[in-house]
């Protein structure tokens, strides 16, 4: 079993920033790590991912070269640092695990989620 919790979301106005904070629990050796979202009325979507490694990472298309995700194993922790905020980032973001590289951007069963935190962008 693995326990995750997410902190760091708040207010934010645009062009600002926010690291948001993943602590894992339990058993994540060798896991991947991700970072989804929602917005209201929307699906959730994948953001980033980071191999046990930390040596390999991904993001989708839409926060390229404004997020980094990083992880530190010796505190069981991921983060995403978000740079350069806009209101369309508004969402409760969501921290996953994953034993699978493949499947650490799906929302597919299998893995575990953390409880969400609410980031909003907004003047």
């Known amino acids: 079993q693995v326990q995750l919790v997410e902190s760091g979301g708040g207010l934010v106005q645009p062009g600002g920033s926010l690291r948001l904070s993943c602590a894992a629990s339990?058993?994540?050796?060798?896991?991947?790590m991700g970072w989804f979202r929602q917005a209201p009325g929307k699906e959730r979507e994948y953001v980033a991912a980071?191999?046990?490694?930390?040596?390999?990472?991904r993001y989708a298309d839409s926060v390229k070269g404004r997020f980094t995700i990083s992880r530190d194993n010796a505190k069981n922790t991921v983060y995403l640092q978000m740079n350069s905020l806009k209101p369309e980032d508004t969402a409760v973001y969501y921290c996953?695990?994953?034993?699978?590289?493949?499947?650490?951007?799906?929302?597919?069963?299998?893995?575990?989620w953390g409880q969400g935190t609410q980031v909003t962008v907004s003047s």
């Open positions: 996953k695990a994953d034993s699978s590289w493949s499947r650490i951007t799906t929302t597919d069963d299998g893995g575990y």
């Open positions: 339990g058993r994540t050796f060798g896991y991947c």
């Open positions: 980071i191999r046990w490694s930390g040596g390999t990472t």
